[in-house]
């Protein structure tokens, strides 16, 4: 392990997320992937459905990502026909209207069921937006549990639910976790920060 060392991808922090976000009536969540099981879209939907039975507020889900009309079908089935209309299906978009989505959400939904290196969770916190991210496969590596997000597990429903809600209602605790975020991305995952790390690994290669 000492002769390891590990450089994530690196990512460019958008100029927009510089701004103050937009005081809305309505709390945009947000997930991006393919609507496959393994991302854990079903699991999210009949969370969806539980936090809109327990809440006050507007809400609306952005589902970023391609589908099949088998996968849309079956996801209309499982959502409560009074919460129909607060689900967006955008489907697959551009790199730069996934980044307005992220910057214009107020948190992300990422509950998969597996992940590589977690890319997506990356992306989002480096647009200011929180980030609710698996627990499985990079999850841990990327997520400080409490500090910077807050990893959940695809087979909790009631736990996913509970922590969307939390978010839902706590507009603080979104800025808490989102500034955490960006200092995290900034440290650890800004493109210039991960340079560095590969020039400093050539030299040191190259010096013995």
Known sequence: KAKIEVIPHGVSIPLQVLKEKTVRDTINVIFVGSLTKTKGIFE???????????????????????????????????????????????????????????????????????ETFGMVAIEAMSCNCPVLFTDKGSGKEIIIDGENGFLISPDRIEEMTDKISLLINDQSLRKYLACNAMKTVKEFYQISAVADRHISLYKGLMSK
């Not at 970023?64 to 959502?79: M, Q, W």
């Not at 409560?80 to 551009?94: E, P, R, T």
């Not at 307005?100 to 948190?107: L, R, V």
């Open 44 to 114: 999210l939907i009949k969370a969806w459905n539980l936090v809109c039975e327990s809440t006050v507020h507007k809400m609306q889900l952005n589902l970023f990502g391609k589908y099949s009309d088998d996968v849309y079908n079956e996801l209309n089935l499982l959502l409560d026909k009074n919460h129909k209309k607060s689900v967006i299906f955008h489907g697959h978009v551009d790199r730069e209207n996934v980044y307005n989505g992220y910057i214009n959400a107020d948190f992300a939904v990422l509950p998969s069921y597996f």
